[in-house]
């Protein structure tokens, strides 16, 4: 059934621009307005007084106050409030950073997600970690594909890790990233986990994923290792697959299949060719198989019950030879199956192609309702089978002036939602007059040409299905309705001829498109008039398409917002602007582009359009209207700037947005830029950010003349970038640059001595680890520059990091050994566990210590014993196995291969871990032990005493050595 949630996304399909149905009366016109649509008519310069005051603000303050709407990330206010903020640019950075160690769930999400609108690399190690917090499984999806925005490849692989987890969220998030068309190597390497993945859970969202990336080689793996596979949800799948497959080979090879025993594979093959020919009304079962199946129809076997009825159903029902043998054995079979059918691991998948198949036979179209389908037989006991029954070929000549083409796309819920809507000349007075909204009249050679078009694509033959199930987002369903006779045919939205056809429906559109721009008011037939008689005297294209956007520029510019929305749609599906465009249509297209919120699919529809042209004129109005964006505009100015061509002068724009956008493009290789160029930017441009683009490049490049540049900006530069200079200077292993960094960490500038840590951090070494340890000492965590410095030591190399925090545990028994404790506890290190359940009992120190713990058990702490979960989170995707396991391994046990604890070759093993030295290898075993066996024999305290110990490991192994020896009697 269709859905025409209003006019525009009935028309267009473009529900994610039609505003909120939500309405607010307009004190000027009296008419509704959507209060979270754009506003066209504006008082711009009022607005651009409150914006700069808003700057004026400090940034502590800014995000103290977006702090309410950051917390709501990732919806649409939260996403727009990080935009805003991260507009401010670096001097964000390490505020984002401070609540991404220290912040509460929300805000560490929020503050990740603005540091990949920062583009702050160097966060992507702390981000990675959030994925360990189970609390943040809502928001893996967001996260992990801000991740890529902020390194592609680094993301990539992260997510290729993800998918053999345990973890559905984890799985789930790395589906969404990498159905994103991932490289050729990533291909490779999913094929590879599928063939080798153990869990059913992994190996279906691995099969899934590469059924949406369409993967070539996924077709012959299916049939060689899939089909028929025992998980019922995989053996669906792969039965489905195969049979959208069209090769002569593949489709031999399923037809000898199902022609031998009546196994689960020889099975799943039979449906399989069912599938095929239901959808594409062409014969794939061998008349053969009747005879082999028909003897099953009333078998005790569901699965082979099933499949007999439907295939015995779809060769009887091209076959008059066996009507009789349909009538009397095979219909009611198969309507048994339908109606009594008992629920069984392939039910869902025999169900369905049972439904097809009843409604095949008897004409009916009552879908899957088994009530409907009991009424029917229950009324109609002596039921015939109608037979097939196809149309009738159209006639063009005799049809172009009668059709109505209808055209609709599937959105994201699977939902049917009008597109196009075509009709001939003899319906030209309801469409002139308004009575048909949506509708584009066509005269009679459009018309003619567009049913020629359908003809080519074979949408008037008799193979393409008059359905799919499921419906999946952009698939087509087009419907021709002439002379009292319809045609109804649907393609998947990755089909070849569905992206032809689409393109030819929108070629036909484009001469109607002008019919869409008017108000469906009482002044619609007058305007709709004077509109036709100037398209018939202007059959230029170029002339038509000025006018075009003339009408679309005024509707926008209109009081209708429904009108307004419509034409924002047009201008979206046109191809280009092309020659016909003139100096002020730009100017108003810029004007529009500048009024709409960063984001807006209308604006990213605008600015495609601007940049189609080419034109100088058009590319300094982008830049223009994105400029008050701030940095939130950088990546629209460097596409735009890369696709006219631009790049060459973007070094030298006077525009400091430009010059960073060019920069931008240098760091992502697009264009070539000389060290010499580089240099002049760092150490002269008037824009800091400017500057501190061009120090980050010339770091990256890691050249001594750079380097050296670097260093003297970090000397001798203004204050700002003096700080992003020492930050730089981390990546760089020079001596003096070591020796600056270690000069500044005591600078009286505060800003100076927090990114010499942050550089002494990034460079990662025993110097720098040295120095920070040295400042920590000194200073102590109750000083600022103390506790800035032991957060460095947080940042080094976790093997670094964690040594130098032990160290201060075990030499300092005050507050420095317990910030130490927390700093391990950050890590996810077990070392801190003591100090923190000590902690609890301090009424001061009791909610960080508790929230530690959290984070550490993924449990809130109580008077119950508490449940280990894995030894540490900083390896997003490892199981408690697997860190269990590598402890095991680390303390020189002989562990047995494979990951599987409940294996019987691992029980005596986990008895011996009981008596292990470290407290959570011991914790570990317990909790192993009492899932495998579902008993509890006692509990183990973290400071259990070794007689405890050995006691509870006695009991241990008494149960499995009766278990064992009655098992083996």
């Known amino acids: 059934m269709v859905k025409y949630p209003a006019v525009v996304a009935a028309l267009f399909g473009v529900a994610a621009w039609t505003p909120s149905t939500t309405s607010a009366q307009d004190s000027q016109g009296g008419r509704k307005r959507d209060p979270d649509a754009p506003e066209f008519d504006i008082d711009r310069p009022a607005r651009a007084g409150r914006d700069a005051k808003a700057t004026d603000v400090t940034p502590e303050a800014a995000l103290d106050k977006a702090l309410p709407l950051l917390t709501t990330w990732p919806t649409e206010a939260g996403e727009t409030a990080l935009r805003a903020l991260a507009a401010r640019g670096p001097e964000m950075v390490p505020l984002f950073r401070a609540r991404l160690a220290n912040g509460t769930v929300l805000e560490r999400s929020a503050a990740a997600r603005g540091l990949t609108l920062l583009a702050d690399v160097e966060s992507f190690p702390v981000i990675e970690k959030l994925f360990a917090d189970p609390r943040q499984r809502t928001r893996y999806v967001p996260l992990l594909l801000a991740l890529r925005d902020l390194d592609p490849a680094r993301a990539d692989a992260l997510a290729l890790r993800f998918l053999q987890s345990e973890q559905a969220p984890l799985r789930m998030a790395a589906r969404a990233l990498l159905r994103q068309d991932p490289a050729p190597a990533t291909r490779a390497a999913l094929r590879d986990a599928l063939i080798a993945a153990r869990s059913d859970g992994v190996r279906l969202d691995l099969f899934e994923l590469l059924v949406e990336l369409a993967e070539p080689e996924l077709p012959a793996l299916a049939l060689e290792r899939f089909l028929g596979a025992k998980d019922p949800s995989l053996a669906h799948k792969a039965t489905e697959l195969l049979s959208w497959q069209d090769e002569p080979q593949l489709i031999a090879e399923l037809q000898e299949l199902a022609a031998g025993a009546n196994e689960r594979r020889n099975l799943h093959a039979a449906l399989a060719l069912v599938l095929h020919e239901q959808r594409t009304a062409s014969a794939r079962l061998p008349d053969a198989l009747f005879d082999h199946y028909v003897a099953n129809v009333r078998t005790s076997d569901p699965l082979l019950r099933a499949t007999a009825s439907v295939v015995c159903g779809m060769i009887g029902y091209r076959d008059e030879a066996r009507a009789e043998a349909v009538k009397v054995t095979v219909l009611p079979a198969l309507a048994e199956v339908v109606i009594h059918g008992r629920f069984f691991g392939d039910f869902e998948l025999c169900f369905r192609t049972g439904v097809a198949t009843l409604e095949l036979l008897t004409g009916e179209r009552l879908g899957p309702s088994i009530p409907a389908w009991r009424d029917w037989f229950a009324q109609h006991p002596d039921a015939r089978f109608a037979g097939r029954r196809e149309l009738h070929g159209f006639v063009l000549d005799e049809d172009q002036l009668d059709a109505v083409v209808e055209v609709d796309r599937a959105d994201a819920t699977g939902a049917l ?22 509708a584009m009249l066509l005269d009679g050679p459009e018309l003619r040409r567009l049913l020629l078009t359908l003809e080519e694509q074979g949408l008037f033959g008799g193979e393409l299905p008059r359905q799919l199930l499921p419906l999946q987002q952009q698939d087509l369903v087009v419907r021709v309705t002439t002379r009292g006779r319809e045609k109804v045919v649907a393609l998947r939205g990755d089909d070849v001829r569905s992206v032809t056809l689409g393109r030819a429906l929108e070629r036909a559109a484009e001469a109607a498109w002008w019919q869409l721009l008017l108000a469906f008011d009482a002044t619609y037939p007058r305007r709709f008039a004077e509109e036709a008689a100037w398209q018939s005297t202007h059959p230029e294209p170029a002339a038509r398409r000025s006018r075009l956007v003339d009408l679309a520029l005024a509707a926008i510019a209109g009081d209708d917002l429904d009108v307004a929305t419509r034409a924002f749609a047009v201008l979206a599906r046109l191809d280009g602007l092309g020659a016909s465009v003139r100096a002020t249509q730009v100017e108003a297209l810029a004007a529009q582009l500048a009024q709409l919120p960063p984001g807006d699919q209308r604006a990213k529809s605008l600015e495609a359009l601007l940049v189609a042209t080419g034109r100088d004129d058009a590319f300094d109005r982008v830049v223009d209207a994105l400029t008050p964006r701030g940095g939130a505009a950088l990546e629209s100015i460097a596409q735009a700037m890369d696709r006219m061509g631009k790049t060459p002068r973007g070094l030298v724009d006077p525009r400091p947005l430009v010059r960073q956008a060019a920069l931008l493009l240098a760091e992502r290789d697009r264009h070539p830029v000389a060290e010499a160029a580089l240099a002049q930017l760092a150490q002269a441009d008037p824009d800091e950010k400017v500057r501190n683009r061009a120090l980050a490049l010339l770091a990256e490049r890691g050249g001594d ?21 020492l930050r730089l200077l981390g990546r760089s292993q020079r001596e003096d640059a070591l020796e600056a960094l270690v000069l500044h960490i005591r600078s009286d500038e505060s800003s100076l001595a927090a990114a010499a840590l942050e550089g002494l951090s990034r460079r990662g070494d025993a110097a720098a680890a040295d120095a920070l340890d040295a400042l920590v000492r000194e200073r102590g965590p109750a000083d600022p520059l103390g506790r800035l410095a032991l957060a460095a030591v947080k940042g080094l190399p976790r093997p670094l990091a964690t040594a130098r925090l032990r160290r201060l545990l075990e030499e300092d028994s005050g507050t420095l050994s317990r ?7 950050d890590l996810g290190e077990m070392d801190a566990v003591p100090t923190l359940l000590a902690d609890l009992e301090d009424e001061k120190l009791h909610r960080r210590a508790r929230t530690l713990l959290t984070y550490l058990f993924c449990k809130d702490p109580g008077t119950e014993i508490w449940r280990f979960r894995s030894l540490h989170e900083s390896t997003p995707g490892a199981s408690h196995s697997d860190h269990f396991l590598a402890a095991l391994k680390e303390g020189g046990a002989l562990v047995p291969d494979g990951r599987d604890l409940r294996d019987r070759s691992f029980q005596p093993l986990l008895v011996v871990a009981l008596e292990d030295a470290r407290w959570f290898v011991r914790r570990s075993a317990l909790e192993l032990l009492e899932a495998a066996h579902g008993r509890v024999l006692g509990h183990l305290a973290t400071d259990a005493s070794p007689e405890e110990i050995r006691a509870l490991a006695g009991r241990w192994r008494e149960m499995i050595s009766a278990q064992a020896d009655g098992a083996n009697r």
């Open 819 to 825: 910030e130490a404790a927390y700093g391990l506890a």
């Open 417 to 438: 939602v009008r597109d196009l809507f075509f009709c001939g000349e003899r319906h030209r007075a309801p469409v002139a007059a308004g009575g048909r909204p949506g």
């Open 705 to 725: 003349g750079g380097s050296a540049i670097v260093l003297e900006q970090a000397r001798t530069a203004p204050l700002p970038v003096r700080a992003e200079a």
